[in-house]
Structure formats: C-alpha cells, structure tokens
C-alpha cells in the first residue's frame, strides 16, 4: 500500500489538486495589480492605481462598512443562541433533542435559494419589513447560529458535566459558575465559532440578495459589478482584500482549535464544525 | 416608589408630546396633497435605472449642487426593475426596498402604477415639462386621468448592431438575426418582451398571420413568434442580460451581429471596435420615465434629480452618452454642441415622423385594442412562452 | 445542612437571589433547559421555519401577470405548469441533476487521492500544510472563485493564452454546459475533500496491517477496505456538492450560456425578475424533495456519522 511509487503518484496528484485549487485565486490577485482595466492575459503592466481608486470609492467603502456591521452583529446573535441551543442539548436529555440538531442545520443542508427566498417573501411581503442591514442579519443569523452551536457542543461533549456540580458544591453562584468554570473551557469554542460565523456572513451572497434591498454588502457590491461589468479592475481589489480578509479569521480559527493540543483530533473538529457550517450558504 | 412614579409620569407626558408633533407630520405624508415646493435635499438618491441614466459626467455636477449622493442600481430589463421597485409584493412594494426612483420603460411604468408601488408627482415643480414634445408630455404610460406618475425623460429605438469586419454590407432590416448566414454568431436579449421584435418581423414576412400590434397577440401569433424565436436559439451564441454581457461578447469577437441598444455601440466604438448599428424601421423601442416610489425614502432628492435631468443641457448630455432622444426640444442647441448634427441625427428636430414607426415598450394585456374583446395574450404567457424558449 | 443554610443567607441581597436562582435551577434542570432553549428555536421556529411554511403556502397561489399582486385562491396551477409536457421545467431540473452527478463524480475522484495523501501518508507537517491550502480556498469567496474562472476562460483570458503556448487552439468553453462543469466541480471540491479525509484518517492502522497479512495486495486493499470504509464520508462530501449544485444560481448566471438554464437561475429569475414567488416556490420543491431523499439515503450509507 505505501510503495514508493504509489506514494509518490499520490503525492503528485496532490500537488496537482491544491495547484487546481489555488491558481484562479492566484490569478485574481494578480489582476487586482493590473495597470491596464481590460482583464487580459498576460498581464500587460503591473500598478497599485485601482488600490487607490478602490480606497477613495464611496461605494466600496460603503460596502465594507456594511459588511463588517453585519458580520459583527450576526456572529453576537450566532454567539449567544448558537450556546444557549448547544448548552441545552449538550448538558440536558429531553424530548426531542435530535430534532433540534436537525432543526438548527436546516439552513445548511437546504440550497442557500430556499433560504434567500423564504425569508424574502416572509420579511417583506408577510410581515411587511422595510429591508435594511438587519433583514441581511436576520439571513446570516440562520445559518451562523449551527456554526457556534457545532463547536460548542462538541466541546461541552468533550468536557466533564460534573465540573459545574462541583464548583456549586463548592458554593458558587450560577454567575461565579460561569466565570470561573464555564467560560474557560468554553472560551475558545466561542471564539473558533464567532471567526466562522463572521467569515460564513462576510462571503455570504446567495441569501443576501434576497434579504438585502438597496444596502450593498461586499458580496452584493461584487455581484452587481460581475453582471454589470462594470468597474472590473474596482472588482479585482475588492476580491484580492476579501481574500485576504477571510484567510485571517479562518487561519486564527484554525489556531485556536489547534491550541486545545489535540492535533490530529482537532484537525477533525474543525472539520466537523467547518462541514456542518459550510453547505452552503457559502 | 414615589420617585419612579414621577419618572413613569414625566415619560409617558414626553412621549405625548412627542406623539403629537408626529401625528400631523405622518398625516402630511399620508395625505392627498401633492407636496407644493421642493424640500431641502435628504442627502441621499437610491435609484434603480437603465445604464448611464445617472452617468456621472452630468451627474456629478447634481450631487454638487444639492448634496444627494446617488446610489444607483443598474438594472437589465423592464421586469427587473418593475421586481426590483415592487419587491416580492404584499407589503414590500413601494420602494419599501429602499428606491427611490426608477426610470421605467412603457412596459413596466403601467404595471408599476397599477401594482402601487409609485405615487403621483406634481409636474408642476418640474418646470422643463412645460416646454416637452407634446406626445412626452401626458402619455399614456405614465399619466391615467391627467394625473402623473412620473416625467418622461428620453427616447429611442432598439438597434441592430454589426461587427463590419465580418458583416461586409449594413444590413437593411431585422432578418439577418433570423438567418443561418451568421450562425452561432448572433445575440438577442434575454427579455420576453423580444417575442414583440419577433412579432414585429413577422408582421411584415408573414402579413397572413394578421398582426396589427406586436404587443397585442392572439394566442395563434404568440405562438407563430415563439415558433420563430425557437428557430433562432440555435443561430445565437448567447443570449445578454445586462449591456455589459453584448458589449463583452463583441468586443472579444464572440457575436457579430445581434439586437441591442445604441449605448452599447457608443460604448464599442469608444473602445475602437469596429461596431456600428443601424435602425431598420419599423423597430421596437423606448420612451422611459422617472417615477417616484411610493415610499421613497428621499423624495426631496427625488423632485431636485427629476427637475435636473430634464433641463435642455443635461438632456443633450445624456441623450449622446445613451444614444438616444431627448423629450425636450430646447435641447437641440445643446446636443449640436457638444456633437455636430446629433440633434438630427437622433431625429429631435423631426420626432413624428420617426416615433410614430418605433413600436415603444408596453406590457401585454388581455384586451386587444385592434379587435373587440379579450383574445390577447397576458403578460404571464409571454413570459412562459419566453422560459419554453430559453429553457 | 446547617452549611447550606449558611450559604444561603451569606452575602448581600444579589448575591443571595442568585444563589437561590441557582438553587431552583438545579433542583429543577428542566426549567433550565427550557430557559435556553426557547428564545434560539423560538426565533428559529417563528423565523425559519415560519418562512419556509409561508413560502411552501404560497407555492398554491398565482401572481396577476401585470401588477404582479399575489392572488390568494387556492390552486395547483403553478405545480401542473411545472410537470406538464410542453415547459422547460423538468428539463431544466433533470440538466442540473445531471451536472450535479458529474460534479459529483469528479470531485470524488479529484479529492480521494489527495484525502489519503494527506491522512495516511503525510507527516505531520505536511499534513497540517495540506489541510490549511485546502480550507482556505473553501472558506475565500465563492464568488471570487467562480468570478477568477469567468476571466481565464474568456476568449483573451490566461487559459487560451497557455494553450496557445503550448501549441494548442483557442478553448471555446466559455458560457458553455462544459464551463458549469469545470466550475462547479471546482469551486465544491474541498467540500468533498474534507470529509473523505476524515473518514480515511479515521481507520486504524491495524486493518491495512490485517489486510496485508491476509495477503491482499495494494488495489484489492483498497478496494475491500479502505473504500467501503471511505464511503460515509465520499456520501458526506457528496451531499455538499449536490445539494449546493441544485441550489446555486450564481455560476450558472456568470459562466453560463444559452442553454444553462439551472434550477437556481430560474428560481432566481421567477423571484427577482419576474416577480412570481409562488411558482419560484412551487418549483423550489423540486431540488427540496431531491435533497429530501439523497439525504435519507445518505443517512443509511452512514454519512452523517462521517460528519
């Protein structure tokens, strides 16, 4: 099975895969350092001039603003239902407990459409909302929430139900239970959660157009120019920073699960807490 | 205890205070007066348009002068902005979206008025209207019973654009899009209201089928034009949804000849591509109007953007960077300047005789006007016949 | 007891409360379960699920072809539009089955390899290398990702430049069947690759020992072994690509041709352009049942225990 030859086929297809896998990223962040604004190959000439135009554009500058306010206000909300939802199914047995597992995934497992066009019609047409930056957080929220609640039970899974006991033996309040026993097994759960969360609706685009009416998120701000066509070298910098802004809160998320020095389970965990996040919402 | 009760007291008096300076404000709003003067500019302008409608080189100069910032959303079609406007319907209509306006073609400002979701004007603080080509003034797509829904602001037809390099002689009418002579080399808008051009063609090489109006079909001509458009799928390369998509696909050589509008050919003969358009009439078109949603949100900014646009200098502005005509003829002067022999060239000067042979955008209804009775099409057939095409 | 007692009345009055907030939490844990749990599922159920039934409700409902005002009266006028004969509809939904299977195919033959590459034959380091190259593609904009394949593939785009290179003709995938292809099997693969790289990290050394002994050589390993053991988490990734296939509008909008009509465009375009949202409903249901039963089947294969 580990013949020098499979082995080293195996490795090349690897090499080949993540190749695949990164060279259009590549090719994009080249762009955004073209000087000319036709998107041709090869690159004619090489300028920080759209960086510039990007920085002083209204529009994109709105667009971020906007983006960053939805994330941190959808990752709050993600942060304290997605561990109020995992605390009860992870510490308590009840009726119905799988069903809120199921539940919570839902936005997930279904397409991303459903979701955006679901809460559209239930937001605007139902319940008669105005659309602004807090229907888009509404749409984030229901699939940020699985992503905290993922990490967080499967935490409190690995850790001892009868610590809390023990710290109100020991006379504790519920208040000092969770600042001094709670929080810390919990802290950085929390923290790999809200990264994901913040990245999941920083990139979110499918639902947001249904649930975003003249507000413009980044997503939003890049769709609308790739369909239009306009101001593409614009585009090419707003797409090379959101790269480059998604890469942090993943690789310090990754980190931090890392950190509970568990290596080869933490890779899995993050896997798990990733997948159930991912499908799609993306 | 007695201390919070005076607390509770003093809050529920400054809540009717201020209850009661909101009441007669909401009440304004709601009322059926038309406002009488322009108010002071909101700072902000959301407007869903068609491409350069709100083009920054007489733009600018607005957002200058009043301070409304405009945020614009370009929209594809007719369809797309009467969806973008209304919403998913019930209580989002209206520019509950935020909109504030939406420059719509004949064929969505209808459906817009009826549908609720834009509100009257008063035209009176629009003081260029009085001096517009009487067939802008009060048309019937933007004005029912003498009250207005909005002011018209330009013009034109839909045009056949060429690749001369690879078409050698300007085509003199609509058929070669129909023929195999530039196979997989073709584009046609993505748009149901193409069945009308299909329509329109057959009007003329099948007169047997009796078409009066390319808008109003019976079910057995909506079916001929489906049948007509089918044969055509096959010839094109792509069908375009937004401006950008044509003018992509003929500047990389992709399509070389295919149905759009003028401001694509500007915009490719500004890139020097060797593109240029004709107008074999009759053609369909468009006579678009801006109209203020019903629940604009910056409706000052609204008023000052309509009054602006359609001065004669920014009409000349515009009509050369769209392509198209003006509704003000004291723009003539204007237009010349800045691009000799435009003002005929666009037919300003001798409109008639050359809007009466464009077949303007409106929305298909039931009722046919050329016969008695409701033997036409609805707009949910067309749009059905469309998906059936594309699909 | 005495103890007790004297904890509970230590302290000031706060402190006191909480304690015995605490108390009756404890005595009665239900009370707390309930406490967390009902503003999360109560906003998710009055949300979510409340949208999701109002939408499905609707999908009974027509929309007046002008004013586009929704017309309550009941009718399965929308779901008869979508099943019969002559309409579009069920060929779209079959050409985007179609694709999604492809993609499907393509990713678990691309991921596979590289997923045991970095389980079972990478050291540690690289291992963590591979993981990291892998998730940050998943995680950097999908949109940025299928907007950077639009560029190469156009006409004076990086990939006919290189195929020009080498010698070769001009690749005419743009807005083709064939561009969906490539671009979804692209921008879903390190959904596939994860949870097969779970899944394989996850069998233990001793079966391949066991297996060797036995005196299975490397293929016939593989394929008694590792691939049935593989399987929950091939079905895991698969769910990934299939369901964000049948749902996905943008691709098809921004690489697709003519003919790419996909479930999600059409969806999109019932609801954005058209203004009809309950026949964009009604035909939603199609790609809700779908993943319905694949995700049931899924479940049998073991594929949510892979997740």
């Known amino acids: 099975m580990s013949s020098r030859s499979t082995r080293i086929s195996l490795a090349v297809w690897s090499v080949l895969v993540i190749a695949f896998l990164w060279i259009p990223l590549v090719v994009i962040a080249l762009y955004a350092f073209n000087s000319s604004n036709i998107q041709s190959w090869p690159i004619p000439g090489w300028s920080l001039h759209w960086f510039r135009m990007a920085w002083h554009d209204p529009d994109v500058r709105n667009a971020f603003l906007l983006s960053l306010k939805v994330g941190l206000a959808t990752t709050g909300i993600a942060l304290v239902l997605g561990t109020m939802a995992a605390t009860a199914v992870a510490r308590f047995r009840f009726f119905g407990r799988e069903t809120v597992s199921f539940l919570l995934v839902l936005p997930l497992a279904l397409p991303g459409i ?33 992503v905290v609640y993922n990490n967080v039970v499967a935490r409190l899974r690995r850790s001892s139900p009868s610590l ?11 208040w000092q239970t969770f600042r001094f026993v709670v929080w810390p097994v919990l802290s950085t759960a929390l923290v790999a959660g809200g990264l994901l969360a913040f990245a999941l609706s920083f990139d979110e685009v499918i639902v947001t157009t249904f649930t975003a009416g003249a507000q413009e998120t980044v997503p939003i701000f890049i769709l609308d120019n790739l369909r239009t066509g306009k101001n593409l070298p ?49 | 205890m007695r201390i919070r009760k005076k607390y509770v007291l003093s809050a529920v008096l400054l809540a009717a205070v201020v209850a009661a300076f909101a009441v007669p404000a909401a009440s304004v709003q709601a009322g059926s007066g038309l406002p009488t003067k322009i108010g002071k500019g909101e700072g902000r302008l959301n407007v869903i348009q068609w491409p350069a409608y709100t083009d920054k080189s007489f733009a600018k100069k607005f957002e200058q002068q009043t301070g409304c910032i405009i945020h614009r959303k370009t929209a594809g079609s007719s369809n797309e902005m009467f969806s973008l406007m209304h919403g998913s319907g019930g209580g989002g209509g209206g520019g509950a979206n935020g909109y504030d306006l939406v420059s719509a073609s004949g064929d969505a400002s209808l459906r817009l008025i009826y549908a609720r979701d834009v509100k009257p004007i008063n035209i009176h603080l629009i003081p ?41 002689q300007a085509p003199k009418n609509w058929s070669l899009i129909y023929s195999k002579k530039y196979a997989g080399h073709v584009t046609v808008p993505n748009n149901p209201i193409q069945i009308a051009d299909a329509a329109l063609y057959l009007m003329q090489t099948r007169p047997s089928l009796g078409i009066k109006d390319p808008y109003e079909l019976t079910l057995k001509q909506l079916t001929a034009a489906g049948a007509l458009l089918a044969r055509q799928k096959p010839l094109l390369k792509r069908y375009w949804v937004y401006e950008a998509d044509e003018i992509q696909s003929f500047q990389n050589g992709d399509v070389w000849i295919g149905a759009g509008w003028p401001y694509q050919t500007l915009q490719l003969q500004k890139a020097k591509a060797p593109i240029k358009e004709v107008v074999p009439l009759p053609t369909t078109g468009w006579a678009d109007t801006w109209m203020l949603a019903r629940r604009a949100a910056h409706p000052n900014c609204a008023y000052m953007w309509m009054k602006y646009v359609t001065t004669p200098q920014v009409e000349a502005k515009q009509a050369l960077v769209f392509g198209e005509t003006p509704v003000n003829p004291k723009a003539c002067p204007y237009m010349n300047k800045i691009k000799k022999g435009s003002c005929a060239g666009y037919h300003l000067n001798e409109p008639a005789s050359y809007y009466q042979k464009i077949k303007f955008w409106k929305t298909p209804v039931p009722t046919c006007g050329w016969k008695k009775g409701n033997g036409c099409m609805d707009y949910n057939a067309w749009q059905q016949a469309w998906a059936r095409i594309t699909g | 007891m005495a103890a007790d007692a004297g904890a509970f009345e230590a302290g000031p009055p706060g402190r006191r409360a909480r304690l015995r907030l605490s108390g009756l939490l404890w005595r009665r844990p239900w009370l707390k379960a309930l406490g967390l749990l009902t503003p999360p599922l109560a906003v998710f159920v009055i949300v979510y699920i409340g949208a999701l039934s109002v939408l499905f409700v609707s999908s009974f409902w027509t929309v007046n072809a002008f004013t586009a005002a929704i017309e309550h009266t009941w009718t399965l006028a929308n779901y008869r539009l979508i099943f019969s004969s002559g309409q579009p509809y069920l060929h779209i939904a079959a050409l985007t089955l179609e694709i999604a299977a492809a993609v499907t195919l393509t990713d678990a033959v691309l991921a596979f390899p590289l997923a045991y590459f970095m389980a079972r034959l990478a050291g540690g380091r690289t291992r963590a290398i591979l993981f990291v190259m892998v998730l940050l593609p998943l995680w950097s904009s999908y949109l940025v990702r299928v907007y950077a394949w639009q560029a190469m593939l156009s006409h004076d785009g990086a990939i006919n430049w290189w195929l020009n290179k080498l010698g070769l003709p001009d690749q005419n995938l743009a807005y083709t069947n064939w561009a969906m292809w490539i671009v979804f099997s692209y921008v879903w693969l390190p959904f596939m690759v994860l949870p097969v790289y779970a899944g394989l990290e996850r069998i233990p050394d001793s079966y391949l020992e066991a297996s060797a002994d036995l005196g299975a050589r490397g293929f016939k390993t593989l394929r008694s072994v590792i691939l049935p053991l593989a399987l929950p988490g091939l079905v895991a990734g698969s769910i990934f690509t299939f369901s964000l296939t049948l749902g996905d509008y943008i691709t098809p909008l921004l690489v697709g041709g003519p003919s790419s009509q996909f479930i999600g465009n059409v969806v999109y375009d019932f609801v954005g352009i058209n203004a009809n949202v309950p026949f964009a409903a009604a035909f939603a249901t199609i790609p809700l049942l779908i993943m319905g039963a694949y995700l049931l089947i899924a479940r049998r294969l073991g594929a949510f225990e892979a997740l």
């Open chain 1, 234 to 282: 614009i585009v090419n910098v707003v797409a090379f920073f959101v790269i480059v802004l998604t890469v942090i809160p993943v690789v310090l998320a990754q980190r931090v699960m890392r950190d509970t020095g568990v290596t080869r389970r933490g890779a899995a965990e993050v896997t798990e807490g990733v997948e159930a996040a991912e499908i799609p919402a993306v």
């Open chain 2, 128 to 168: 260029s209207w009085k001096n517009f080509l009487p067939a802008f003034k009060s048309p019937p797509h933007n004005t029912i019973n003498g009250v207005h829904y909005g002011v018209s602001v330009q013009w034109g037809p839909n045009t056949l654009i060429y690749n001369t390099k690879k078409v050698k």
């Open chain 1, 114 to 146: 459903l979701t955006g066009m679901a809460l559209n019609s239930f937001l605007f047409s139902f319940a008669g909302i105005t659309a602004s930056m807090w229907t888009i957080v509404i749409g984030h929220a229901t699939f940020c929430v699985v």
């Open chain 1, 164 to 174: 809390i006991e023990a710290s109100q033996d020991l006379g504790a309040d519920g």
